[in-house]
């Protein structure tokens, strides 16, 4: 079989395609990138959030959103507190600035990827969707125990 017509290559293919469409649009109109907007927007979603939730939520690991997030506020698009509850958690708000670039910037992306679902049975994928995920957290649970 031509491993560029397996499902999971294809799906592949199409996650590094929507990356990218969503990357170049959010440089070139709000000057961000698809990987820390994403830190901006689960925070948006979430609100005020310790940064292993913000991990959890993208799938990521926490250096990473560590990384994005020292960036985001170096940018004046988040604060960073200590958590109330317990000194070892950093806490991520968003700045006024973040909350206008995230939501600016939501709303240019989604008409932005519009286009890319023409002609895609939304609910159909997101089905199928939800299958490969669940299929995938069953083996990632079988494989830890």
Request: glycine fraction near 6%.
């Amino acid at each position: 079989m031509d491993l560029r017509q397996s499902t999971v290559f294809k799906l592949h293919r199409a996650t590094t395609l929507v990356n990218r469409v969503s990357d170049e649009y959010l440089n070139a109109h709000h000057g961000i990138r698809y990987a820390p907007f994403l830190v901006l927007l689960a925070v948006r979603i979430a609100g005020p959030s310790p940064q292993q939730a913000i991990a959890r939520s993208l799938d990521v690991s926490r250096a990473s959103v560590t990384q994005r997030v020292q960036q985001l506020r170096q940018q004046g698009l988040v604060d960073v507190t200590i958590s109330a509850q317990d000194q070892r958690v950093n806490e991520v708000a968003l700045t006024l600035s973040g909350r206008r670039l995230t939501d600016a910037a939501w709303h240019g992306l989604e008409a932005t990827l519009d286009g890319v679902d023409e002609g895609v049975d939304d609910t159909g994928l997101r089905r199928q969707l939800d299958r490969l995920i669940a299929n995938c957290t069953a083996a990632l649970d079988d494989h830890a125990t």
